[in-house]
Every structure is written in C-alpha cells, then in structure tokens.
C-alpha cells in the first residue's frame, strides 16, 4: 500500500493550454479513491499523471513518499486498467496474466503459482487456455484486473474499466472490483463519470470540474453538504433542485431558520419536497408536468407559478393523489435546504 500525493500539481499541454490547476489531493494508504466529473474535467489525465503516462508541467507528485515525477511508469509501481482492456489478442488467458511476471524474469514455478492464484480469486481457472476473442466482456474484465493484481502493485488504477458493458454486468462487476479491493486492501484510483458508480463505490470521492478540485469526501458528506452548486447538482439522481430563494419561496415569510437575501439561490433535494402539508413550511401549490413510476417510488416533475421546475421524490403512496396537469400542495422542512451565493455558487449555509 502506497499513499499518493499531488501538491500545487499543474498540468500544460502544447500551446500553453492549461487542464489542471493546482490540485491538491492525497490518496490515502490503502484508500478506494473515486475521481469523477463529466466529460472533459481532466480526471482521466489526473489518471494517468499517476501512471506516468502524462507528464506534470508543475508541482509534485509524491507516491509511497517519494517523489515520483521523473519516473517512469514501471518505476512507480502501479498497475493500470484501461477501459479498452487491452488484452494481448494472440495470448491466450494465461499468457495475458503472466506476461508481465516474464518480463521481469520471474522463475517459471512462480509464474504459475501466481497465476493459478489470481485465476482462482477471479474464477478465471476454466477459461486459461482461451484467446481473448473467446470471451464475454465481462470475461475479458476480470483478465485485465488479473493482469493488474498478479503484479501486486504499490496502487491500482482504474480509467472507466466499465463503460463498455451493460447495465447489469457494471452492477455485478462493481461489487467484484470493490470486494476485491477490500480483500487485498491496495491503494486505488478509479476514474468515472457515472456518479452512481463513484457513490456506491468510493470510500471517498474527489469532484472534479475544468481541471479544477471541487471537493473531496465521503459519498454522504458529497450528498449531505456540497460545497458549491456544481457538487450539489452533478451529485445525486436525479439531482438537486437550484432555485432562487424568491422563486421557491415567494409569499413565504421568512422563519429564523430560513431567511436568505434575494438572489441566493436554495437547494433542497427532491426527497425533501414534500408533496402535501408534512412540511414545516408550506410554499404554495405547483403544477404537475409529468410523473415517473419507478415501482417502489414516483418522480414528480413541477412547475411553480413564478415559472421554475423541480423534481420531488415520494413513495408510491402518492399514486392517485396527484396528476399530471393538475395542482398539488408543496411543503418544505427547513433543516433541509441549502443555501448558496447567487455568483459563485459557494455553499453560504
């Protein structure tokens, strides 16, 4: 296990075009760490800094506490899984997991050793002798965190190894990846931009935006107490609801725990609106849009008189109760709104 550091960390591409700005991040020893944002954030380039597949224009990068920017990635000791796979297409099974233990001139009684082991933790023991092209995606995974653990690195490193599967193969593979980091307890760096994927996943989770940290935590801390709009808006599904305070609560008066000045702008999640008068604070009726039966509960998608939407959550008791095109009650508890500043998005309460 190897703690991994990035100190005032910047990275240029040619053209003095600039993607990362002073990241600050540390991985903890033995930590499942998630970097996730949308497209274009420079979570897969932090990545790959990592590995040494990228050059840092400035700053440091510390791994095990050492500084690691002019090593070269089979110096540092970390494994990596591409979304590709990239598996040899010509090597069966067996000579993709111990390619990497030839090349570092492992004796032959070791190499199978270890391969037999890591066949076995991954249920790959019947499929050994076949290529590449033999298997399912879901096979073709599980060979290429293989080859990462037979190495036994210092961290592994994962950039969107799910994004090609289905739906139901990602949710069984996820549960895989993470059971096996817990059984082997490396320090691990996963890249995605599926925030379900980094919420049940992570230990804790770093936001990234633009080359820019938005914060780092824990899924409920990210969930519970985002820092700025972006974090509360591109955390959860569906996401917050961002209105300002005199949309949400126009001819509300204003209660000593909720007074915001004009312009700020509220967020409160979609379980927190309630439909009806449960609430501590009623803020009048809205239209219903549409509504979304997901079985154990319902999306209800708004519009309020001032011309704003939003999305409650209720449970399935609200079948009946409300629909579309008709009015409902709305209500709000004011322990559950969050207050951000009207320009710079940074979270006032």
Do not use: W
Not at 12 to 29: H, K, Q, S, W, Y
Not at 128 to 153: F, H, N, T
Not at 279 to 293: C, L
Request: proline share 5%; charged share 20%.
């Amino acid at each position: 296990m190897s703690e991994i550091q990035f100190h005032n960390a910047t990275k240029r591409f040619a053209g003095n075009i600039e993607v990362i700005r002073d990241l600050n991040l540390r991985v903890r020893a033995g930590e499942f760490m998630v970097l996730v944002g949308p497209s274009g954030c420079a979570k897969s380039t932090t990545l790959r800094m990592i590995a040494g597949l990228e050059t840092i224009s400035s700053g440091d990068l510390m791994i095990g506490g050492a500084r690691a920017n002019d090593l070269s990635p089979a110096e540092r000791n970390v494994s990596m899984v591409f979304q590709s796979y990239a598996l040899f297409p010509n090597m069966s099974v067996r000579e993709n997991l111990s390619f990497g233990l030839k090349l570092r001139r492992t004796e032959p009684a070791i190499i199978g050793s270890e391969v037999n082991r890591v066949a076995s933790m991954l249920g790959l023991d019947e499929l050994l002798d076949r290529k590449p092209r033999q298997l399912s995606g879901g096979q073709a995974q599980r060979v290429a965190l293989g080859r990462a653990m037979i190495r036994k690195p210092a961290a592994f490193l994962f950039d969107e190894p799910l994004s090609n599967l289905d739906a139901e193969l990602r949710v069984q593979m996820r549960g895989e990846i993470s059971q096996m980091q817990r059984d082997l307890g490396t320090t691990t760096v996963y890249v995605t931009h599926d925030q379900v994927e980094a919420m049940t996943m992570g230990q804790r989770i770093a936001v990234m935006n633009l080359g820019r940290l938005m914060q780092v935590g824990a899924p409920i801390e990210l969930y519970e107490s985002p820092t700025n709009t972006f974090v509360a808006g591109f955390i959860g599904s569906p996401r917050m609801n961002l209105l300002p305070a005199e949309t949400l609560l126009a001819g509300v008066e204003a209660t000593g725990l909720l007074r915001p000045r004009t312009g700020t702008l509220l967020g409160i999640r979609p379980e927190h609106v309630i439909i009806g008068s449960r609430g501590e604070i009623g803020i009048g009726t809205a239209r219903v849009n549409r509504m979304e039966d997901l079985g154990h509960e319902v999306l209800v998608h708004l519009s309020t008189h001032q011309g704003a939407t939003l999305t409650a959550r209720a449970s399935g008791e609200i079948r009946g109760a409300v629909a579309p095109g008709k009015e409902a009650a709305l209500s709000i508890r004011p322990d559950r709104i969050h207050m951000f500043h009207p320009d710079t998005g940074e979270r006032l309460l």
